[in-house]
C-alpha cells in the first residue's frame, strides 16, 4: 500500500482480511457457562492474532486458557479446535513432536465428531509437519487426502492452500513442472478471493523455484512483490523469510554486500519474535557471506553460533548443512583435522537422517583430506 495515496475500500478489505471477526458481548446477562465458553472463543481469536504476528509466548498463553475452559466444560469441538491451534504454535516453533501429538488428538476428536471440515484442517497441520520434517510422502499423502475434503465440501480458500502444501513438496523434491502448476492453480484461487497473505506465500513458492533454476530476476520480483504484502498485513514471521529468501538470491549472485543487509534483517526480526530455529538460519547465511569473502574467523564464530541453535532445537538437517560449511571453512583455513572431525561428523548426522548419499559425500571429503597429508 503506497503511505502517500488514499487506499479504496477494497484495498482496506483485502489487508484486513486474515483478521479473525466476532461479535461483541451483549449487554444482558447470560449464564456463566456461556460466559466462560464466549470467553474461551475469545482467547482463541486472540490466540490466532497474536499467532499472525509471530507473538508466540503470547499465542501459547491464550490457547492453553481456552483449552483449559473447554476441557472443563466438556465442549469437544472447541477442544479440538484449540488442539489444532497450539499444534500449530509448537509447529511454527519447529517443535515437531508436540506438534504432531496436538494434531493427533485433534484429529480423533475430529473423527469422534464426524467434522471433515475440521479434521482437514487438522490434517493440514500434520502434513505440513511431516514437510517440514522431510517426510515427503507421508507429507503428500496427508495434503491429497486434505484436497479430496475441501474439493468435496466446496472450500475454495482451504482448496487452495492443499494446493500450496502439495506444491510445497513437489518444489523441494526438485518436481519443479509440477509445483509450478500446483502454485499456479492456487495463486489464482487467492487472487480471486481477495487472500493477500496467502497469496503473498505462494508468490514466494514461485519465486524460490525460479531461484533454484537460476532465474534470478524474476525471483527478486515475485519476492519483492511477496515482501510488500507481508510489510502491509505486518506478518514479521513471513517477512523474515522473504528477506532470507531475497538474501540467498543475492548471495548465489555474489552481491554480497546487499546479502549481508538482508540477512541481518531478517536475522533481527527473528530475534525479536523469538524464533530460535530460523535465527539460526539466518547466523548461517551471515557465515556464508563472510567465508565467500575469506573472512574466515567471522563466518566460523557464526557457523558455531547456528550449529548450537540446530542442535538444541534438534534440526538435523539443518545441523548436517552447518557441519559441511564449517567443516569447508576449516578446510580453507589449513585447520585439516578439525575440517575431517567435522566432515565425519556431518556424515553420521546425514546417516541418522537416511540419506546415504550425503553421509558418503562427506566422508569423501574428508578422506581426499587426509590423501593430502600423506
Not at 507473538?55 to 476441557?71: G, M, V
Not at 511454527?92 to 482437514?120: H, M, W
Not at 554480497?256 to 526480526?269: F, G, N, V
Request: aromatic share 8%.
Amino acid at each position: 500500500m503506497n503511505p502517500d495515496k488514499r487506499p479504496t475500500a477494497e484495498e482496506c478489505r483485502k489487508l484486513v482480511s486474515w483478521m479473525p471477526m466476532i461479535i461483541p458481548a451483549p449487554c444482558q446477562a447470560i449464564d456463566e457457562d456461556a460466559s466462560q465458553l464466549r470467553h474461551a472463543k475469545l482467547l482463541n481469536t486472540l490466540g490466532y492474532m497474536y499467532t499472525k504476528q509471530a507473538d508466540y509466548p503470547s499465542a501459547l498463553s491464550s490457547f492453553t486458557e481456552a483449552l483449559d475452559i473447554y476441557t472443563t466444560h466438556n465442549d469437544n469441538r472447541g477442544q479440538a479446535e484449540t488442539l489444532r491451534n497450539l499444534g500449530d504454535v509448537h509447529r511454527f516453533r519447529n517443535e515437531s513432536a508436540e506438534a504432531v501429538k496436538l494434531y493427533l488428538e485433534a484429529l480423533q476428536i475430529n473423527a469422534d465428531l464426524g467434522d471433515e471440515s475440521q479434521r482437514a484442517n487438522a490434517l493440514f497441520g500434520l502434513a505440513t509437519t511431516h514437510r517440514l520434517r522431510r517426510e515427503y510422502g507421508e507429507a503428500i499423502k496427508l495434503y491429497s487426502e486434505c484436497l479430496q475434503i475441501d474439493t468435496n465440501a466446496g472450500r475454495k480458500r482451504e482448496r487452495a492452500t492443499d494446493l500450496w502444501g502439495l506444491a510445497e513438496v513437489h518444489r523441494l523434491q526438485a518436481e519443479y513442472t509440477k509445483a509450478i502448476d500446483l502454485y499456479s492453480e492456487a495463486l489464482q484461487i487467492y487472487t480471486d478471493v481477495g487472500d493477500v497473505r496467502e497469496r503473498a506465500l505462494t508468490l514466494v513458492g514461485l519465486a524460490e523455484v525460479h531461484r533454484f533454476q537460476h532465474e534470478y530476476s524474476e525471483a527478486i520480483n515475485l519476492l519483492s512483490e511477496a515482501l510488500q504484502a507481508f510489510t502491509d498485513t505486518g506478518d514479521y514471521s513471513e517477512r523474515a523469510r522473504t528477506l532470507w529468501s531475497l538474501a540467498e538470491v543475492h548471495r548465489v549472485q555474489r552481491k554480497y554486500s546487499e546479502a549481508s543487509k538482508l540477512y541481518s534483517e531478517a536475522l533481527q526480526i527473528r530475534t525479536e519474535i523469538g524464533d530460535r530455529q530460523s535465527r539460526g538460519t539466518s547466523l548461517w547465511g551471515l557465515a556464508k557471506v563472510h567465508q565467500a569473502v575469506q573472512e574466515y574467523d567471522e563466518a566460523t564464530k557464526l557457523y558455531s553460533e547456528a550449529m548450537q541453535i540446530f542442535t538444541d532445537v534438534g534440526d538435523k538437517p539443518w545441523r548436517a548443512e552447518t557441519l559441511m560449511s564449517l567443516a569447508e571453512t576449516n578446510q580453507k583455513q589449513g585447520r585439516s583435522g578439525e575440517a575431517i572431525s567435522l566432515y565425519t561428523e556431518a556424515s553420521e548426522v546425514l546417516e541418522e537422517m537416511g540419506d546415504s548419499r550425503g553421509a558418503s559425500e562427506a566422508l569423501e571429503n574428508a578422506a581426499d583430506i587426509r590423501k593430502t597429508l600423506e
